[in-house]
Structure formats: structure tokens, C-alpha cells
């Protein structure tokens, strides 16, 4: 399984992004989510949208992000509103599939939020 993200980007605070994944397959997908990583931070998830749609967010960013998928584009998405500064990091894209919930990701895309 192979995910591309992209859409990542400079904006200033109170803008928005959104970011996309490309995944080569959705065969056996559990869940799939976004993760992020600040500098010098650990990795922490931001949001993640089950097989049947059941979607969680990190309290940071509940009601300001909104995390969905297209089924016929093999895509998922990451709608961002009201950017701050805190949201800088570099985001990744993740899936978890097949029986054991393997995990993968993609190569991450950087977000800097900045006047």
C-alpha cells in the first residue's frame, strides 16, 4: 500500500488548507487518519475516520478541522480552518489494514502557520 500527501503550505493564522492523500488501494482498509509532527515534538494524532465512518479529533483541533475520504478516489482529506500558529508541523497520513491493523504512511507534507 503506497499513500502520497500533499497540500501542505504556508498561511497565515486564521486560513486554511486542506490536505489530501492519495492511497494506492482502500482493499481492507480499517481506519485511516492524520498524524502530525511539531519539531521536537512527538507525533500525535489529529484525526482518524473509520471504515464506516466514524470519525474522532484531537481536542486541539475539534471544530476546526474536519477529516473525510472519497471511496472513488482512493483519497483521503484533511479540511483545516482557522490555522494558528501551534498547527505548524509536518503532516502525515496514515491507514491501518487488514486483519492486524498494519500500519502505513505517507511521506508527510509541511504546514507552517505564520504572519
Known amino acids: 500500500v503506497q499513500l502520497q500527501a500533499s497540500g501542505g503550505g504556508l498561511v497565515q493564522p486564521g486560513g486554511s488548507l486542506r490536505l489530501s492523500c492519495a492511497v494506492s488501494?482502500?482493499?481492507?482498509?480499517?481506519?485511516m487518519g492524520w498524524y502530525r509532527q511539531a519539531p521536537g515534538k512527538e507525533r500525535e494524532l489529529v484525526a482518524r475516520?473509520?471504515?464506516?465512518?466514524?470519525?474522532n479529533y484531537a481536542d486541539s483541533v475539534r471544530g476546526r478541522f474536519t477529516i473525510s475520504k472519497d471511496g472513488a478516489k482512493n483519497t483521503l482529506y484533511l479540511q483545516m480552518n482557522n490555522l494558528q500558529p501551534e498547527d505548524t508541523a509536518v503532516y502525515y497520513c496514515?491507514?491501518?489494514?487488514?486483519?492486524?491493523?498494519?500500519?502505513?504512511w505517507g511521506q508527510g507534507t509541511q504546514v507552517t502557520v505564520s504572519s
Open positions: 475516520i473509520s471504515s464506516g465512518d466514524s470519525r
Open positions: 488501494t482502500m482493499f481492507s482498509i480499517k481506519d
Open positions: 496514515n491507514i491501518r489494514a487488514g486483519l492486524m491493523y498494519v500500519n502505513y
